[in-house]
Each structure stands twice: as structure tokens, then as C-alpha cells.
């Protein structure tokens, strides 16, 4: 299959109107030493059919094994209304690109205003932009938007960020244009002592994810009044999905939220794609990177929506460009859309609150059998670190749930050293707690 | 047509600057606004910062294109026109006047000298434009 | 205009059970969510019904011709989708333990393996979601080539005045130092202009490959030469890789690093502006500092590798848009090496057909053979008071997308089109007529055009009201009606 539709005589037929016998007649080197070289290495092999490739695909897929998880880590397995899956498959959407031409993108345009629109009511912030790519390279734009906001160049930052999200900002910051200064969370979260003393006033921002990497709640009023009682800026890293639980970004002054969106109707789909949230403060707004919708009046004086504010993108200030994203994950804005506007109010606040009571049953069930006790013990909403005995009995334990076609929680020494013993462990509303609280009655 | 003023000097970067003895107020020519079309958008530096000759002090935005404001001359910043962050057309209807953008104390009086006169700027947009 | 969603009163489904749980919620106050999140209330039923609708006043490639230059707008098979849509993938967590995995990882490696023997590069890292993400992450690597060569006084990045806008953007967040250099007549690189600014402080040259008019760099080979002369790297642009493939590679055109455009080159559906997926493959001098993990195959068991001691880190949350990898791995799968030459070879050739059709009735500032794309200038429009625009706007009444307009900016009034190897020549005879017919309204009937288009859901938008006043939220809207 190679989905070129013409008949070799309409081939033909454009070759000898160009006067060739072959088309490398028009490339303008030698293409016959490429060429030669592109065979002598090539390793592809001859095209499929439909039906050949199906069956690949399926090879494939049978090699993943399907097991039920509690794992998170910034990922989270939820219920996705069939609607989404529906209605993001309309090809005018996924086969259409970026809405350079309005009058013919209104539909994409009005979705994007209004995904906007959810995300800014949501997150308490006032403007969103029409999304990144992910939670860390927001995190990477947000650092950016407060360098080029205060033009200063210090970034406090908590030990509890998603490690995932940290090891792209550094890498990001190659060039030292930031100076990170990290702050150690022993204590699970953020302690305001340990901000007072470090804020100076060249810190240009203070992140504060909540609930952090450990699931805790942090305090986030005192820590925001901190940060702004010290001049520097709040950016608040934030898990959609406990928005319907906890207070909202925008609700304790922070100046850039940002958020991985995954939860708001994505798949795990292994890390991608996934959805970047960003937003802001309206006095902010031109400096935010990434595509804008905007509502304006056609010729006739009709509403409608362009792309707007672009000469803060890269194809107008080039060099200038504060951000140089281009293609953004549109689609996956619309689903998280079409995901937010199905829950509902009360939809959503309904998810988020079984996560809670479900990640406490399971956290209850394990803590009460003595199995491994609680490492924080503070508020944590759908995820929380277990402590065992020994990197043995976490292993015991994790194996014999895997054996039940289990996989319980993911091993934080991964991430940190000292904490080998440790298991951050997630639930959600697709986990059938039940039967894992039978599986852990017959643990011995 | 676009309107030189013959008041005024000029850079070549198209900023014209009024002297007014120390104090120098600072715009974009009728030709820049011309070529930017409706603008939408200007950034300006706060008051008592400092600007330098040939450097960009702010931006200006149209739909389409963004360009830098360049200083014509070093300055201190001691007023700019806050009347464009709402109406920013001001600039396309009367560069001249109300559209200014800010006003300085002027450094260095020698550094004037280095302009463009009203004469030297309308050959430099007549030259350039055709 | 749709009524907005927010507009509606209705009862939302339910969608899960409510749980009484087993316990109240034990935080403070003063960290809950107190106000109303203001999300839609709606049914399912008013809910498909208004995305049905907005779906209808959009355009995409299943709509008809969309000759978008630099953005490959060909057709995106079916059974990719189907595919990429199984619970298998779709299921799989990021941070299982990696025998659950296996074949995703699987994909991933035999993915790298085939883009290498596309581009002959030494190896490939997925974690860019974009083009413009897969640009700053080479330029990264370069930065960590030269730091690692202690040659730290190269803090330049040279790119034509016809590279992508995201070229210099991308050096210059990268905290490079931008320097462009001008085309020469025939729109390709200057190797002059390129000569004076080449030098110790040149960290690397940016090049699209063919350019962005469309036209194969035929000194590639020279200008490769000169920048490695000068200790610098060459890094490849992949937006226009689809008239190459199966035919150059792109290492043997002397390149270090590049970046791939799955959703152009290997056809991923565009999402309305994403996601796409911008994989990097580096030469061999460059392979200690790609991005962690890479994939390690050792017989049939497949798994990550972080121990990569020189490697600048991480760029992605995960993996990258893996998703998406998976319908660009099937494509190539159900074309194989013929039929990605086929598809080249049918890029040119629509290219070259449509080029000679259309520049009777506009300039061709640049004459000779092109690739994949040609751009064409549209001053001879103002002759009637009409703009670039103003032909792109009529082109939507006849049934088409318009092409690039205003790109690139070294052409004035420019028309950049891309015609694409899925599209037959009875749509580019059909475009080329109609094409025709516009030009004709243009001296007879200008009017036809500056008030194009004429049958869409708007009429045309006013940017600048837009751009002065923003309107960027329904809350926006609701409180500039007050």
C-alpha cells in the first residue's frame, strides 16, 4: 500500500509534460550516488498490505501484557467518557492542521476558545493558551515566561516537583541561563522556613507543585504569601483532576499555573502524547507561549475566532520569540475538552472525590495489616508513599500482587536514593479495590 | 504621501526625536507606522530606566510583524505616553503628536548631531522605498 | 456561530457511580476547591450535537485539497488510526515495569532502526513531540558537543533568511546568537555570504533541505565541507524530508543532526496543530549526548538504558508522542523502500506539473526545477488592488484550503504550494483550472476577491480588533458585553 492514487498513465502522462524520463532528472545533484548508497544500507523491507499490517500490529500489541496498576507518577489511569474517543476521531479535526485560515478552521477555533475558556475557569487563572506539549516543557516555559516577566534569573524549586518534570529543566538549562536553586522536602512537603531563607531578591519565581510528587497537599496559602510578600513570582504545578477536590491555582495569587493535562480525557498511551496546560495572569498574557485564540468580528460584524497576539510566536519575532513552539497538541486539547465539558460540575468534582476515598481505603488497608506504614503522614490526595520494613518485604509484597496480575506502585528509588524501601502508590477509579483488598487479606 | 516634519530629527532606524533644550521626546516616523500597518501593541520601558543609542528600548506590534524601537541617543526616561497601552492607533493616526512614545533627558547633546535632518531622512525613505 | 457550551443548562450524564467512600475528606479547609469550577452543564446528547457542528466548520485533509507549503498535508491512512487506537497501547503506563512494555519498546527500537536506514544517521532519540521540540533539542546536543570539545566559544547559529521562523527562534532560546545570512539569486545559500560569517565562534548552520522555496541545495555537499572546515556542525531542518525519502540521505548530505516530521514526512494525522512527533537522529560524534533512556536490544528482550554518562538529559516527561510514533511505524511498514520512493518521486512530480501550470498566470521569482513545493509571488495582484491574500481567500469559495501565504519572506507576496503525492493529476488539473478562473475575476472582477470567501460560516476576521482588545475566554466575552 502506498496510498497514491493515480494509474500509471496519469504518471506518464506528468512526466513527459515535464519533458523527464525519471524524476531524479529534476533533482539537481547526483542523486544516482545517493541513491546507491540509500540501497546499499537500507534495511526496509517491502511494503504490507492492510491485512499483513494488521496482523504486525497485533504482534506488537500481544507483547504488552495487560495488568491492572496503581501506579502514577504524574500519569493516571481514569475513566474516559466513549463521547471523547467519538468525537475526536472526526476526521474534519484530526485531519485538519493549525487554523491559519479562519473561515475555514471555525470549528477548531471556537473549540480551542472554549478550552481556554474551561481551563481558565478551572485553574482560576485568567488566560490559558491553546496548549504545550507536556507537563515538564511547561514547566520549562513557565520558568522562561518568569525570567523574561522580572528579567531575573534565580528559580526556587522544591525536591517534591516530579522528578520527570525537574530532569527537563535542567537539561533545558544547558546554558546556565537559570541558576536552580533546589530546596530539600524531607518532611514530604515544602517547609515556608526553608523558602524564607533562600528568596532573595533575585529570585525571579518560587514552583510549588500540588499535591506534590509524594501526592501530598501542600500548604499553599502560606507559601504564596511568602512568595509574594518577597516580590518574586508563584508558579503552581497542578494535577487537573484534583481540581475537583483542591483549591485552584488562581485561588492562592499564583502568576503562572501549569499543569500536565493527561487526566482530562488522554490515555496513558505509554507518556504520549499528553497534554501541556499553561495560563497566566491577564498582564502576562503577552508573554505566553504558544497559540492564543481570540474573538473578533468578521466584515458583516458576525462573531468569530482567529489565532491572535501571534507576533509573540516564532514564525513573526523569529529571533526575537520568547518560545519557539510552533505545533502544539491541539488534539489533545479537544479531547480534554470534550472530556471536561461531559463530567460536568459535578462530574468532575464526583471523580476526584472517589480517587481520594479509594487511594485512603487502599492506604487504610495496607497500613491497618501493618504491611508498611504511611512514609508522610499528611493529607495526600490520590497517591501516597508507602514505607516498608526492608527493599525485601516492598519486593514480597510487590511480586506476590503481581502474581495476582497486580502492579502496586512504583519503587521511589528510582528517583531518590535514600528511599529504597518505598513505594508511591496511586489509585484511581479504575481500580478495582475490592479485590485488592481481598488479595491483601491472604498476604502472609 | 507620508509626512516628514521638518521640526524634527530623525534616525534611520525611522525614530524621529523633538529637542526640546535637555529633553528629547521620541516617536516613530509616519513612514514607519505606514509600512507597520494598524498597530496593536507597544512595549515601553518604565520611567528612569536608561537607553542607549542604536539599542532597542521597547517593541512595537503590528497583526503581522513585530520591530524593535531603536534609541536614536542615551537618556534617561522621564515620562512615557501611557495613553497607548489603550489605544495604541494613535500612532497610525498621529505619530507625530499623540502617538510619542516617550520622553527623555538627553545624555549627550554631541550625539544629535550624528542624525538624520527632515531633508536627509525623506531622500533615505524615498531612496529606500522605490 | 455555535451557541457557546457554556450556554446551556442542561443535566450532565453520569459517568461513574457516586461513592460514598469510607471516610470524609480530611484536609483543611482552606486548601479545598470552594467555588464552583464552572464547567459545562450539558447532556451528552446537546453535547455531540455541538461538536458534531463545530466539526463541520472545520477543514481538513478528508475535506479536500490542502496544499499548505511546509506542512506535507497528505493523506492519513485509516488503518493507522485503527491501530494506534488499541487498548495495548493505549493502556500502557509510562513507569510499568518494563516487561509489560516490551512491545512498545519493541516499536520504538525497530522505528529507530528504520529511520537510520532513511537518513543514515548513527542514531535516534523520540522524545521531541514536534518539530520545533526536536530543533531545540539538537541544537542542545550541538551545545553539548562542542562543551564537551571544551570548544565553548561558539555561540553562534547561522541560518538563511528563508529558514523556518522556528530555526532562529530556537537558536536564540537555546541562548545562541542568531546570524542570517541572505539567499543568493537563485534562492539557495549564498557560499560567500556563508564564508564571512563562518568562524571559531560558529557553533553550527541550520539548513532546510530543500529549502523553503522549494529548491534542493545543490552545493550541499560544499557547504557541508565549509562549516566542518570551520569546526562547526550542520543541522537538518526534516519540515521538507518527503521529496528525499528513498532517495538521499540525509548523512550523506553531510548533515550531524536533523530532525524528522513524522506527521509531515510519514504521514500522522496534523490534529489541528498537533500532536506531531519531531524524532532526532544524530551522527556518530553526536551519539554520547542524546537524550535518556535510549532503547537497548539484547536478543528478543528490549529495555531501557539511563547509563549514558554524557547525555544531556531528559526533553519529554516520558518517551515522546509514542502514540503517534506508532501510526508513522506503520506507514513506513505498509510502504516499504519502494513505495517511500514512489511517494517521492509523486512529490516531485506533482510539484514540477503544478509549478508549470500555475506560473503562467503568476511570477516564479525562482525558475528552476523544485521538489516537493514552489512558491510563487502574487505583487502581479496588486496591478488590481488585490493582495496575496485576497487570492487565497477566493481559493476557499472554490473548495480548497489556500496554500502558505506571506512564506517565505525573501518573496514578496508569497504563495508557497505544496501539492503532495496523494493528490491525483485530475485534482492539480482541477486546481490549475480553477486557479485559472481566479486569476481571470482578478482584472474583471476584483471585487470577487477582496470579499472572498464567500460562502463560510464568517466572513473575513478583523485581526486587529482582536489583537487590542483580546477576547480570549467566554468570561472575556461575557464581561466585554456588559
Same mark, same amino acid.
Given at each position: 500500500m502506498d496510498f497514491i492514487p493515480d494509474i500509471k498513465d496519469d504518471i506518464e502522462q506528468l512526466r513527459s509534460f515535464l519533458n523527464i524520463q525519471d524524476v531524479n532528472d529534476l533533482l539537481k545533484i547526483d542523486p544516482l550516488i545517493y541513491l546507491?548508497? #540509500?540501497?546499499?544500507?537500507?534495511?526496509?523491507?517491502?511494503?504490507?498490505?492492510?491485512?499483513?499490517?494488521?496482523?504486525?500490529?497485533?504482534?506488537?500489541?500481544?507483547?504488552? &501484557?495487560?495488568?491492572?496498576?496503581?501506579?502514577?507518577?504524574?500519569?493516571?489511569?481514569?475513566?474516559?467518557?466513549?463521547?471523547?474517543?467519538?468525537?475526536?476521531?472526526?476526521?474534519?479535526?484530526? !485531519?485538519?492542521?493549525?487554523?491559519?485560515?479562519?473561515?475555514?478552521?471555525?470549528?477548531?477555533?471556537?473549540?480551542?476558545?472554549?478550552?481556554?475558556?474551561?481551563?481558565? &475557569?478551572?485553574?482560576?487563572?485568567?488566560?490559558?493558551?491553546?496548549?504545550?506539549?507536556?507537563?515538564?516543557?511547561?514547566?520549562?516555559?513557565?520558568?522562561?515566561?518568569?525570567?523574561?516577566?522580572?528579567?531575573?534569573?534565580?528559580?526556587?524549586?522544591?525536591?517534591?516537583?516530579?522528578?520527570?518534570?525537574?530532569?527537563?529543566?535542567?537539561?533545558?538549562?544547558?546554558?546556565?541561563?537559570?541558576?536552580?536553586? #533546589?530546596?530539600?522536602? *524531607?518532611?514530604?512537603?515544602?517547609?515556608?522556613?526553608?523558602?524564607? !531563607?533562600?528568596?532573595?531578591?533575585?529570585?525571579?519565581?518560587?514552583?510549588?507543585?500540588?499535591?506534590?510528587?509524594?501526592?501530598? /497537599?501542600?500548604? /499553599?496559602?502560606?507559601?504564596?504569601?511568602? /512568595?509574594?510578600?518577597?516580590?518574586?513570582?508563584?508558579?503552581?504545578?497542578?494535577?487537573?483532576?484534583?481540581?475537583?477536590?483542591?483549591?485552584? *491555582?488562581?485561588?492562592?495569587?499564583?502568576?503562572?499555573?501549569?499543569?500536565? %493535562?493527561?487526566?482530562?480525557?488522554?490515555?496513558?498511551?505509554?507518556?504520549?502524547? @499528553?497534554?501541556?496546560?499553561?495560563?497566566?495572569?491577564?498582564?502576562?498574557?503577552?508573554?505566553?507561549?504558544?497559540?492564543?485564540?481570540?474573538?473578533?468580528?468578521?466584515?458583516?460584524?458576525?462573531? %468569530?475566532?482567529?489565532?491572535?497576539?501571534?507576533?509573540?510566536?516564532?514564525?513573526?519575532?523569529?529571533?526575537?520569540?520568547?518560545?519557539?513552539?510552533?505545533?502544539?497538541?491541539?488534539?489533545?486539547?479537544?479531547?480534554?475538552?470534550?472530556?471536561?465539558?461531559?463530567?460536568?460540575?459535578?462530574?468532575?468534582?464526583?471523580?476526584?472525590?472517589?480517587?481520594?476515598? &479509594?487511594?485512603?481505603?487502599?492506604?487504610?488497608?495496607?497500613?491497618?495489616?501493618?504491611?508498611?506504614? @504511611?512514609?508522610?503522614?499528611?493529607?495526600?490526595?490520590?497517591? #501516597?508513599?508507602?514505607?516498608?520494613?526492608?527493599?525485601?518485604?516492598?519486593?514480597? #509484597?510487590?511480586?506476590?500482587?503481581?502474581?495476582?496480575?497486580?502492579?502496586?506502585?512504583?519503587?521511589?528509588?528510582?528517583?531518590?536514593?535514600?528511599?529504597?524501601?518505598?513505594? @508511591?502508590?496511586?489509585?484511581?477509579?479504575?481500580?478495582?479495590?475490592?479485590?485488592?483488598?481481598?488479595?491483601? /487479606?491472604?498476604?502472609? | 504621501m507620508v509626512e516628514v516634519q521638518d521640526s524634527l530629527l530623525y534616525a534611520p532606524s525611522h525614530e524621529w526625536i523633538r529637542i526640546e533644550g535637555d529633553i528629547g521626546i521620541i516617536g516613530i516616523t509616519d513612514f514607519a507606522q505606514s509600512q507597520l500597518g494598524d498597530i496593536v501593541y507597544i512595549e515601553l520601558p518604565e520611567t528612569d530606566e536608561n537607553i542607549f543609542m542604536n539599542s532597542a528600548f521597547g517593541s512595537i506590534e503590528s497583526v503581522k510583524t513585530v520591530s524593535e524601537l531603536i534609541a536614536p541617543v542615551n537618556g534617561n526616561i522621564i515620562e512615557t505616553n501611557e495613553e497607548l497601552a489603550a489605544s495604541p492607533e494613535l500612532i497610525n493616526k498621529d505619530p507625530y503628536n499623540n502617538g510619542w512614545l516617550i520622553k527623555i533627558k538627553i545624555e549627550d547633546k554631541k550625539q544629535i548631531e550624528g542624525l538624520l535632518s527632515p531633508g536627509d531622512y525623506e531622500d533615505m525613505i524615498s531612496g529606500g522605498n522605490e | 456561530m455555535e451557541k457557546f457550551i457554556f450556554e446551556y443548562k442542561e443535566k450532565s450524564e453520569l459517568y461513574l457511580k457516586k461513592e460514598e467512600g469510607d471516610g470524609k475528606v480530611e484536609i483543611s479547609k482552606d486548601l479545598l476547591q470552594k467555588k464552583e469550577l464552572g464547567l459545562p452543564n450539558i447532556s451528552e446528547g446537546t453535547l455531540v450535537r455541538h461538536f458534531t457542528n463545530l466539526s463541520r466548520n472545520n477543514f481538513g485533509v478528508d475535506n479536500g485539497f490542502y496544499p499548505l507549503g511546509s506542512c506535507t498535508m497528505k493523506y492519513n491512512p485509516k488503518v493507522n488510526e485503527k491501530i494506534a487506537g488499541n487498548d495495548k497501547f493505549l493502556n500502557s503506563h509510562p513507569l510499568m515495569d518494563e516487561e509489560y512494555f516490551q512491545g512498545n519498546l519493541e516499536l520504538l527500537y525497530n522505528m529507530g532502526e528504520m529511520l537510520k536506514s532513511i537518513s543514515g544517521m548513527a542514531g535516534i532519540t523520540f522524545q521531541p513531540a514536534a518539530g520545533a521540540h526536536g530543533e531545540v533539542t539538537g541544537i542542545m546536543l550541538i551545545r553539548a558537543y562542542h562543551n564537551f570539545k571544551k570548544d565553548t566559544k561558539r555561540n553562534k547559529i547561522i541560518v538563511p533568511d528563508s529558514s523556518h521562523g522556528t530555526n532562529p527562534a530556537t537558536a536564540a532560546i537555546a541562548d545562541f546568537e542568531v546570524v542570517e545570512i541572505r539567499s543568493n539569486k537563485d534562492?539557495?545559500?549564498?557560499?560567500?555570504?556563508?564564508?564571512?560569517?563562518?568562524?571559531?565562534?560558529?557553533?553550527?548552520?541550520?539548513?532546510?533541505?530543500?529549502?523553503?522555496?522549494?529548491?534542493?541545495?545543490? =552545493?550541499?555537499?560544499?557547504?557541508?565541507?565549509?562549516?566542518?572546515?570551520?569546526?562547526?556542525?550542520?543541522?537538518?531542518?526534516?519540515?521538507?524530508?518527503?521529496?528525499?525519502?528513498?532517495?538521499?540521505?540525509?548523512?550523506?548530505?553531510?548533515?550531524?543532526?536533523?530532525?524528522?516530521?513524522?506527521?509531515?514526512?510519514?504521514?500522522?494525522?496534523?490534529?489541528?496543530?498537533?500532536?506531531?512527533?519531531?524524532?532526532? +537522529?544524530?551522527?556518530?560524534?553526536?551519539?554520547?549526548?542524546?537524550?535518556?533512556?535510549?532503547?537497548?536490544?539484547?536478543?528478543?528482550?528490549?529495555?531501557?538504558?539511563?547509563?549514558?554518562?554524557?547525555?544531556? +538529559?531528559?526533553?519529554?516527561?516520558?518517551?515522546?508522542?509514542?502514540?503517534?510514533?506508532?501510526?508513522?511505524?506503520?506507514?513506513?511498514? =505498509?510502504?516499504?523502500? $519502494?513505495?517511500?520512493?514512489?511517494?517521492? =518521486?509523486?512529490?516531485?512530480?506533482?510539484?514540477?506539473?503544478?509549478? $508549470?501550470?500555475?506560473?503562467?498566470?503568476?511570477?516564479?521569482?525562482?525558475?528552476?526545477?523544485?521538489?516537493?513545493?514552489?512558491?510563487?509571488?502574487?505583487?502581479?495582484?496588486?496591478a488590481f488592488g488585490l493582495h496575496t491574500t485576497d487570492l487565497a481567500k477566493r481559493l476557499i469559495d472554490y473548495g480548497y484550503h489556500p496554500p502558505t501565504i506571506y512564506f517565505p519572506l525573501i518573496v514578496p507576496e508569497a504563495i508557497m504550494i505544496e501539492p503532495v503525492e496523494t493528490e491525483t493529476k485530475e485534482v492539480l488539473d482541477k486546481f490549475a483550472r480553477d486557479f485559472e478562473k481566479i486569476m481571470n475575476e482578478a482584472s474583471s472582477q476584483p471585487d470577487l476577491l477582496k470579499e472572498a470567501p464567500h460562502n463560510t460560516p464568517v466572513k473575513r476576521l478583523d485581526d486587529v480588533m482582536a489583537a487590542r482588545n483580546p477576547v480570549l475566554t467566554f468570561d472575556d466575552y461575557e464581561s466585554s458585553n456588559k
Open positions: 546507491k548508497k #540509500f540501497e546499499s544500507h537500507s534495511i526496509l523491507p517491502e511494503g504490507l498490505s492492510e491485512k499483513e499490517v494488521m496482523n504486525e500490529a497485533s504482534l506488537l500489541q500481544n507483547k504488552n &501484557r495487560s495488568i491492572e496498576y496503581y501506579i502514577g507518577g504524574g500519569i493516571y489511569h481514569h475513566y474516559i467518557p466513549a463521547m471523547v474517543d467519538e468525537i475526536s476521531s472526526r476526521s474534519e479535526f484530526y !485531519t485538519s492542521y493549525t487554523p491559519y485560515q479562519p473561515e475555514l478552521s471555525q470549528g477548531y477555533l471556537q473549540a480551542m476558545f472554549e478550552y481556554q475558556s474551561v481551563i481558565s &475557569r478551572l485553574t482560576s487563572m485568567e488566560v490559558s493558551n491553546s496548549s504545550l506539549y507536556d507537563g515538564a516543557t511547561a514547566l520549562v516555559e513557565a520558568v522562561n515566561m518568569a525570567f523574561n516577566i522580572t528579567r531575573k534569573n534565580e528559580i526556587i524549586i522544591p525536591s517534591n516537583i516530579n522528578p520527570h518534570y525537574l530532569n527537563v529543566l535542567k537539561t533545558y538549562n544547558i546554558s546556565n541561563r537559570f541558576q536552580l536553586n #533546589f530546596v530539600p522536602t *524531607p518532611e514530604g512537603i515544602v517547609s515556608a522556613d526553608d523558602i524564607r !531563607t533562600r528568596i532573595s531578591d533575585n529570585t525571579a519565581a518560587v514552583v510549588l507543585q500540588n499535591p506534590n510528587f509524594f501526592g501530598l /497537599v501542600e500548604d /499553599v496559602n502560606s507559601i504564596s504569601r511568602l /512568595v509574594k510578600e518577597k516580590g518574586a513570582l508563584l508558579i503552581a504545578v497542578f494535577y487537573p483532576l484534583s481540581l475537583g477536590l483542591l483549591k485552584s *491555582p488562581g485561588d492562592y495569587d499564583t502568576d503562572i499555573a501549569i499543569g500536565e %493535562g493527561q487526566s482530562l480525557g488522554l490515555y496513558p498511551s505509554f507518556g504520549g502524547p @499528553l497534554l501541556g496546560i499553561i495560563a497566566t495572569k491577564k498582564k502576562y498574557m503577552r508573554k505566553l507561549p504558544g497559540r492564543l485564540v481570540g474573538m473578533t468580528n468578521d466584515s458583516d460584524d458576525n462573531k %468569530g475566532f482567529v489565532l491572535t497576539l501571534q507576533a509573540r510566536e516564532q514564525h513573526i519575532r523569529r529571533k526575537m520569540a520568547f518560545s519557539n513552539i510552533c505545533s502544539n497538541q491541539a488534539l489533545c486539547a479537544l479531547r480534554s475538552l470534550l472530556y471536561c465539558s461531559a463530567m460536568g460540575e459535578e462530574g468532575l468534582r464526583n471523580v476526584a472525590l472517589i480517587n481520594y476515598s &479509594r487511594a485512603h481505603k487502599v492506604a487504610r488497608l495496607i497500613t491497618d495489616k501493618k504491611i508498611a506504614k @504511611l512514609k508522610f503522614n499528611l493529607p495526600f490526595f490520590n497517591e #501516597f508513599v508507602l514505607e516498608f520494613s526492608s527493599e525485601k518485604e516492598m519486593s514480597r #509484597f510487590r511480586n506476590y500482587l503481581k502474581k495476582q496480575n497486580v502492579l502496586f506502585g512504583l519503587p521511589l528509588i528510582k528517583y531518590y536514593k535514600e528511599y529504597n524501601k518505598d513505594l @508511591l502508590v496511586s489509585t484511581t477509579e479504575m481500580n478495582d479495590t475490592d479485590r485488592l483488598k481481598d488479595l491483601i /487479606v491472604q498476604f502472609k | - | 534562492g539557495l545559500v549564498d557560499l560567500n555570504a556563508l564564508k564571512k560569517v563562518l568562524g571559531p565562534d560558529t557553533a553550527a548552520l541550520m539548513l532546510t533541505n530543500p529549502n523553503t522555496l522549494g529548491l534542493f541545495e545543490k =552545493e550541499i555537499l560544499t557547504i557541508s565541507k565549509m562549516v566542518h572546515d570551520a569546526g562547526a556542525l550542520l543541522y537538518y531542518d526534516g519540515a521538507n524530508l518527503n521529496p528525499l525519502l528513498g532517495r538521499v540521505r540525509v548523512a550523506d548530505m553531510g548533515f550531524d543532526v536533523v530532525h524528522f516530521n513524522l506527521h509531515k514526512s510519514f504521514s500522522t494525522p496534523h490534529g489541528g496543530g498537533g500532536p506531531g512527533s519531531g524524532p532526532v +537522529g544524530v551522527s556518530k560524534d553526536i551519539l554520547p549526548f542524546l537524550p535518556v533512556p535510549i532503547i537497548k536490544k539484547d536478543k528478543d528482550l528490549f529495555s531501557f538504558n539511563y547509563d549514558l554518562k554524557n547525555s544531556i +538529559g531528559h526533553v519529554h516527561s516520558f518517551y515522546g508522542n509514542f502514540n503517534v510514533i506508532v501510526r508513522a511505524y506503520f506507514y513506513i511498514l =505498509e510502504l516499504g523502500i $519502494e513505495g517511500l520512493r514512489k511517494v517521492s =518521486e509523486k512529490a516531485i512530480l506533482n510539484a514540477n506539473y503544478l509549478k $508549470e501550470k500555475l506560473k503562467k498566470y503568476l511570477e516564479l521569482p525562482y525558475k528552476s526545477n523544485c521538489l516537493h513545493e514552489f512558491v510563487l509571488s502574487g505583487e502581479k495582484l496588486k
